[in-house]
């Protein structure tokens, strides 16, 4: 195999990179928030005024949230995931205004022959599931005991894990989190960038929910980038989440906007032809209530599996031409749904 420049790319990529459009967009590091933790009681005066100003101002919150989380693990699946709905139709609407706004803005811009009243109905669909997401962290390991989660394509998936480094390409649709049990019970050993929420609450439990199904979490951005490969070509596998936003802005899927090679569809693709792992995709989509179809594509086969010098462009564009109709399909549930297309 050969070697990767300091660049993320081999010399002979470097120059297919050249046939399609330029990446623009420097690398991303992830500036992790200072939140004090007890060293800085003891590290001067300065440090333990900080240590008090913050708890003083976060500790309540952080404390709701955790105890909230336990709360909710006590409920019936069901139950819990109901509450999420309710949170996100009734308090959703009042505490984040813009998400309406943007989500009727992207649906008559992605679906022109949608009438007025359904659009109106994936905007609280949008909001409901958006809701569920919150509370059904609190249950995720029930769910695939309890018979909740329709699964699609494990065994072409199990059958790619075994021949060598798989690189899951995951959507934001539905409940993706229920990707950790279910991988977790195909016995699908993987790890996934993973990029900490500012709320040290959400960090907690995100953390425990998703370490306790074996998934490890690599640093996001540019620092999880070199780890991931090193895990590829050791015949490991990563999961990557190719439908994503830069500051607010949908980067993919394209939606008849120019292709670039400034996303993860790029960094996806690129880790393919240096590793030789094959891409599934992932998706998930709520059926009803907190119940769940799961469907794992076959390979893909990009432009540069049948010719070597293919541009970059043209396996993003390929990789993007699968992840576009799932997102289109499913968008009231995608998380995204309301940050910005320009």
């Known amino acids: 195999m050969r070697a990767a420049d300091p660049r993320g790319a081999t010399p002979d990529e470097a120059q297919r990179d050249a046939a399609g459009p330029a990446k623009t967009r420097k690398p991303w590091i992830w500036t992790p928030p200072d939140i004090p933790t007890l060293k800085d009681l003891v590290a001067g005066p300065e440090r333990r005024r900080a240590f008090f100003r913050y708890w003083r101002a976060n500790g309540a919150s952080w404390a709701l949230e955790i105890t909230l989380h336990h709360v909710f693990r006590l409920l019936p699946t069901e139950a819990c995931s109901s509450v999420g709905a309710w949170i996100g139709r009734v308090l959703g609407p009042r505490v984040q205004p813009n998400t309406a706004i943007g989500a009727r803005r992207n649906l008559k811009r992605i679906h022109p022959d949608w009438s007025d009243e359904r659009i109106e109905r994936a905007v609280i669909s949008h909001y409901e599931n958006g809701g569920r997401l919150m509370t059904e962290f609190s249950v995720l390991h029930r769910l695939k005991r309890e018979g909740r989660i329709a699964v699609e394509g494990a065994e072409?998936?199990?059958?790619?894990?075994?021949a060598g480094p798989t690189i899951l390409v995951c959507c934001h649709t539905g409940n993706w989190e229920v990707?950790?049990?279910v991988l977790s019970e195909l016995g699908f050993d993987w790890s996934i960038n993973y990029t900490p929420p500012h709320e040290h609450a959400r960090d907690y439990v995100a953390r425990e929910v998703r370490t306790s199904f074996g998934a490890g979490l690599l640093p996001p951005g540019k620092a999880g980038t070199r780890p991931a490969i090193r895990l590829l070509e050791a015949?490991?596998?990563?999961?990557?989440?190719c439908d994503e936003t830069h500051e607010r802005k949908v980067m993919a899927p394209f939606f008849d906007r120019p292709p670039h090679l400034d996303g993860n569809l790029a960094i996806a693709v690129r880790m393919k032809r240096m590793t030789g792992a094959r891409i599934c995709v992932y998706n998930c989509t709520r059926v009803e209530g907190a119940r769940f179809r799961v469907r794992f594509q076959a390979p893909i086969d990009l432009p540069s599996d049948r010719d070597p010098k293919a541009p970059l462009i043209d396996d993003v564009i390929a990789l993007n031409a699968v992840i576009e109709p799932i997102v289109l399909a499913h968008s009231d549930q995608w998380f995204f749904l309301d940050n910005r297309f320009e």
Do not use: K, W
């Open 156 to 162: 072409d998936l199990m059958r790619v894990r075994r």
């Open 179 to 181: 990707m950790f049990p």
């Open 235 to 241: 015949g490991g596998a990563v999961s990557i989440y």
